[in-house]
C-alpha cells in the first residue's frame, strides 16, 4: 500500500521500527486482555455476549448475577469500546497504510478491520434492540476485531523487521 | 504532521508559528493529564510500595482478619473482592478480583500505547540523537509494561513486586517527561528563537 514512497514501513530507521513495534505489541496485548475481560465476565460465546448486555436472570446458578444494562449503561458501554477497542484500529490502519501489502490485500485487512470495528460498536444496541439472539453478532465482532488487528499487527512487524530492506532509506535528520 | 516527515532537514524548530502553538498545547495537556495520573496514584497508593501492597491485596486489617478466621473463610487474597475495615472503624481495602484488575488493565494498554505513538511521532521531529530517542522509547514501554503487569504480580505472586510498580512508573515519568521536554525546547528553546531570528521570521 505504501509503494512507490519512502514512507514505508521496511524502509524505516530503527527508532521508528521500535516506536512501531512498542505501540503494536501493546495493541495486540490490549485486544487478548480485552477478550480474556469478556470471558471473565460472562464468557466471549453468543449467549455470553448477550448476557452481558441482557442480564443473566434466566439462567440458573450463574457464576455472577448480571443485570440487563440501562440505555445510560449501554451508552457508557460504548464509550468504552471506542476508547479501547476502536480508538487502536486508527493506529493501525494507519500503519498498514504503509504496509508493502497489495492495495487488494491491504484493503481487505483495512476493510475487514473497519467493519468489526463498526460492528463492535454497534453490539450493544444490536443485543439490547435486538434480542439474545444477536449475540453471535457482538461475539463475531468482537472475535473478529481481535483477529484483524492480530493480522494486521503481523504484517507490519513482518514489513518492519522481516522484509530485506533494499532500496533508498527514508531517514529523519 | 507526516508531511514534515519528508522535508529533508526538517526539524520542530522550523515548524510554522501556528502549528508550534498546536504542538505546544496538546503537550501540555498530556503533561496535565500525566500530572492528573501522578495525583490519582498518590491519592491511592501515596506512592509507596506498602500503599501498592494495600491497594491490591487489601489493607492490613485483611491479613489481621485472616488471622483470626478459620482456614479458607477469612477476606485474604484468595476470597475475591472481599471487603475489609481497619481497627479504628475506617473502611479498609478490597483485595482486587481478577475482574476489576482486567478492568483496568484492558484500557491501560490501549491508551498509553496511543499516547506513546503521538508524542513518539513529535519526538521523531526533534534533532536529538537516535540513539536517546530509541531509550526514550524503550523507557516508555518498559515502564507501561511493569506498571500493566505489576498489579496482577502483587495480587497473586508476592508484594514484593510493588517495587517493580514503583520503578515502572518511575521509567514511564522519566519517558514522558523527555517526550515533553524535548519538543517544548526544540519549539520554543534559546537556540530555536536565533535560528529563526536569523530567518526573520515571527514567533
Redesign the interface.
Given at each position: 500500500m505504501g509503494r512507490g514512497s519512502?514512507?514505508t514501513l521496511h524502509r524505516l530507521?530503527?527508532?521508528?521500527r521500535?516506536?512501531?513495534s512498542?505501540?503494536l505489541?501493546?495493541?495486540v496485548?490490549?485486544y487478548g486482555?480485552?477478550i480474556?475481560?469478556q470471558v471473565?465476565?460472562s464468557g466471549i460465546g453468543p449467549a455470553g455476549m448477550a448476557h452481558w448486555f441482557l442480564g443473566n436472570a434466566d439462567v440458573a446458578e450463574p457464576a455472577h448475577l448480571l443485570f440487563p444494562m440501562a440505555p445510560a449503561r449501554l451508552l457508557d458501554e460504548v464509550w468504552?469500546l471506542s476508547?479501547?477497542?476502536v480508538?487502536?484500529t486508527v493506529?493501525l490502519l494507519a500503519l498498514l497504510g504503509r504496509s508493502d501489502l497489495s492495495p487488494a490485500a491491504g484493503g481487505l485487512l483495512s476493510g475487514t478491520l473497519v467493519l468489526a470495528a463498526l460492528a463492535d460498536l454497534a453490539a450493544p444496541a444490536l443485543v439490547a434492540g435486538g434480542g439474545a439472539g444477536l449475540g453471535w453478532a457482538a461475539a463475531a465482532a468482537r472475535l473478529g476485531l481481535a483477529a484483524s488487528a492480530l493480522v494486521g499487527a503481523g504484517v507490519c512487524m513482518r514489513d518492519m523487521w522481516l522484509r530485506p530492506r533494499s532500496g533508498p532509506r527514508?531517514r529523519?535528520? | 504532521m507526516?508531511q514534515y516527515?519528508?522535508y529533508?532537514?526538517?526539524?520542530l524548530r522550523r515548524a510554522d508559528l501556528p502549528v508550534r502553538l498546536l504542538l505546544t498545547a496538546f503537550l501540555c495537556t498530556c503533561g496535565i493529564a500525566v500530572a492528573v495520573g501522578a495525583v490519582n496514584y498518590q491519592l491511592r497508593t501515596g506512592l509507596s510500595a506498602e500503599g501498592s501492597k494495600a491497594w491490591y491485596r487489601g489493607g492490613l486489617a485483611a491479613t489481621e482478619a485472616d488471622a483470626r478466621a478459620p482456614a479458607g473463610t477469612g477476606p485474604g487474597p484468595e476470597s475475591g473482592a472481599a471487603r475489609t475495615s481497619g481497627a479504628d472503624g475506617e473502611a479498609g481495602l478490597y483485595a482486587r478480583s481478577?475482574?476489576e484488575l482486567?478492568?483496568a488493565?484492558?484500557?491501560h494498554?490501549?491508551?498509553?500505547?496511543?499516547l506513546?505513538?503521538v508524542l513518539?511521532?513529535i519526538l521523531?521531529?526533534c534533532?536529538v540523537g537516535?540513539r536517546l530517542?530509541?531509550a526514550v522509547?524503550?523507557a516508555?514501554?518498559g515502564g507501561?509494561l511493569a506498571d500493566t503487569a505489576s498489579p496482577w504480580l502483587i495480587r497473586f505472586a508476592s508484594s514484593s513486586f510493588a517495587w517493580l510498580q514503583l520503578a515502572g512508573q518511575a521509567a514511564m515519568g522519566l519517558a514522558f517527561a523527555a517526550l515533553l521536554f524535548f519538543p517544548l525546547r526544540e519549539m520554543w528553546g534559546r537556540e530555536a528563537r536565533a535560528a529563526r531570528r536569523r530567518r526573520g521570521e515571527r514567533g
Open positions: 519512502l514512507l530507521p530503527l527508532g521508528y521500535v516506536l512501531y512498542g505501540v505489541a501493546f495493541i496485548l490490549g486482555v480485552g480474556v475481560q471473565l465476565r468504552r476508547l479501547a477497542d480508538l487502536p493506529v527514508f529523519r535528520p | 507526516t516527515f519528508t529533508r532537514g526538517f526539524s481478577p475482574l482486567m478492568d488493565t484492558h484500557p494498554l490501549f491508551n498509553q500505547a496511543f506513546f505513538f513518539g511521532h521523531a521531529l534533532a537516535p530517542k530509541i522509547y524503550l516508555g514501554f507501561v
